[in-house]
Nanobody, 126 residues
Framework: VQLVESGGGLVHAGGSLRLSCEAS????????LGWFRQAPGKEREGISYVSLDDRDRFYADSVKGRFTISRDNAKSTVYLQMNALKPEDTAVYYCAARRIVYSINTWSSPSTYHYWGQGTQVTVSS
């Protein structure tokens, strides 16, 4: 099983980045997908989630209106489009996958995810 993130980097405040996460080794269509981030000294934060059928999408208040999650089951890839980036968005970003055995209300809880990527650094300069 692998989840491989890409697309991170250094960007000025107000800029945009698009993160990708390509999955392999499991049945992608059967999993909900989340994006998390972790800044130095802080807990891992759930920022977005998309259900296995793409009918439901959730966002943390901190990114709502600026970030958009999407998935392409044909490519086994989940994306996170990040616009209007702020310095406080600086963190390592992780994608994660979970089987649908939990209430959808638990989407932001890291402990409910079964597979994780290695993370990609996003740095937003002021």
């Amino acid at each position: 099983v692998q989840l491989v993130e890409s697309g991170g980097g250094l960007v000025h405040a107000g800029g945009s980045l698009r993160l990708s996460c390509e999955a392999s080794g499991f049945t992608f269509d059967d999993y909900g997908l989340g994006w998390f981030r972790q800044a130095p000294g802080k807990e891992r934060e759930g920022i977005s989630y998309v259900s296995l059928d793409d009918r439901d999408r959730f966002y943390a208040d901190s990114v709502k209106g600026r970030f958009t999650i999407s998935r392409d089951n044909a490519k086994s890839t989940v994306y996170l489009q990040m616009n209007a980036l702020k310095p406080e968005d600086t963190a390592v970003y992780y994608c994660a996958a979970r089987r649908i055995v939990y209430s959808i209300n638990t989407w932001s809880s890291p402990s409910t995810y079964h597979y994780w990527g290695q993370g990609t650094q996003v740095t937003v300069s002021s």
